[in-house]
């Protein structure tokens, strides 16, 4: 294996925590880097190939005489090219199709429309302010926009009345463009849609589909909090708690849809994190993603011992997870924001902090923040581990104590 590579895809992650996990498994560690971002840590790759990734020319790729094992991709907007690249490369890998889908909210609900209606929010793509004010028409306040291809909550809108719809469409369009280029979403125009707001509790499952399309789920689910649960006027995900205690019948019933979804999108070697609503036994899919999910590697290595990158490299060569992590502790991660736009000034309530698993503040003084719902990404993100129930709980109680103060 040592003269094998696994390729990441467009970039790693910023700890290098996915090249670590290849190197340990022994192979060498390649990068088909995005041409158009800085490359960062070229020192931990074995071979770094440049591409661009807004018009892919797979026809320029030079090897060097390498062989390529598999690909991993820890970035949603570039599941399209790794399953370009997987086509072109003879690896293993999701269809065109298959990644389309999982990266297009419109393209993922339409699927899940046709495998069950009943796993999906009404929906429709904005083309109008009329398209848009004729469905709000149909159904009942409030509603969501969000944009099709972007994650963790970037310009996620809610919208309590016609007033707020307009208003939120008008600021959607008039910021996306920007966002979709920050954000290096290639291949894809800009695009909003509509869609009922689903009230219940949210919830996400981690799974990996092997070549055949089977899933095969993690233990545990986790519990969500979300930024309107915790008091705050925004779409984030302010907690992820694993794991989450819940009936059998519901555990079993959240895992029965999270497959329908899976199936539906016609996932194959690839990871799938999906995200769920329940209200009492009505479940509904937020959405899937075809990647780990951010912060699920460490919670889940945490929470049961799971290498996960692992067990996406075992989808990368065409082989079944190996998911047989024990419980060891309970794990949370926290994403704080501000309340609204401004220069960041300090986290009031971090003197009397206690010792969390890892702390960390993203701004520099006088950088300028604000919550998600306008585009911005978390101030402080924070994670918690510990075996002892009690001792866990009294930790994450103590971060609800914490702001982010902006001038």
Do not use: W
């Not at 809108?157 to 007033?163: G, H, V």
């Not at 079993?252 to 994190?273: E, W, Y």
């Not at 996960?308 to 502790?329: C, H, M, N, Y």
């Amino acid at each position: 294996m040592m003269n094998s590579y696994i390729f990441l895809v467009g970039k790693s992650d910023p700890h290098l925590e996915a090249a670590s996990a290849i190197r340990r498994l022994g192979y060498n560690v390649g990068l088909f880097h995005d041409a158009s971002i800085e490359l960062k840590h070229p020192e931990a790759f074995d071979m770094i190939i440049s591409l661009t990734f807004g018009t892919l020319d797979l026809s320029r790729i030079d090897l060097q005489g390498a062989t390529i094992a598999g690909l991993v991709c820890t970035y949603e907007n570039y599941v399209t090219a790794k399953a370009s690249l997987a086509a072109y490369l003879s690896l293993p890998g999701a269809s065109a199709r298959s990644a389309a889908m999982s990266t297009d909210k419109y393209l993922m609900r339409e699927a899940f429309l046709q495998a069950d209606p009943s796993i999906t929010p009404r929906f429709e793509k904005i083309v109008s302010e009329d398209a848009l004010l004729d469905f709000a028409a149909t159904t009942t306040y409030p509603l969501i926009i969000k944009p099709t291809n972007l994650v963790k909550s970037l310009l996620v809108l809610r919208c309590n009345d016609k007033a707020e719809l307009l208003h939120n469409f008008r600021y959607a369009q008039a910021t996306i463009g920007d966002l979709y280029k920050k954000y290096a979403i290639h291949d894809r125009q800009p695009e909003l849609i509509v869609e009922e707001f689903i009230k219940g509790k949210s919830c996400s499952i981690a799974a990996f589909v092997d070549n055949t399309g089977e899933p095969h789920f993690c233990k545990g689910i986790v519990g969500i909090t979300t930024a309107s649960e915790h008091g705050a006027d925004d779409n984030y995900l302010y907690s992820r708690t694993l794991p989450l205690e819940l009936s059998h019948a519901l555990s079993q019933k959240l895992f029965d849809v999270a497959k329908k979804g899976i199936v539906a999108l016609d996932m194959r070697s690839t990871p799938a994190h999906v995200e769920l609503m329940y209200d009492g036994d009505d479940v509904k899919i937020i959405e899937i993603g075809a990647r780990i999910g951010g912060y699920r590697p460490r919670m889940y290595g945490y929470g049961y011992g799971l290498d996960l990158v692992a067990q996406e490299v075992q989808l990368a060569i065409g082989k079944s997870p190996l998911l047989d992590g024990t419980f060891r502790a309970y794990s949370a991660v926290y994403e704080l924001f501000p309340d609204r736009e401004g220069a960041f000034k300090e986290i009031l309530g971090q003197g009397t902090m206690p010792e969390y698993t890892y702390f960390s503040i993203k701004p520099k003084t006088g950088q300028h923040i604000g919550p998600a719902k306008y585009g911005y990404k978390a101030a402080v993100v924070i994670i918690i581990a510990h075996e002892d129930k009690t001792t866990f709980e009294a930790l994450c109680k103590s971060v609800d104590a914490l702001r982010v103060q902006v001038v």
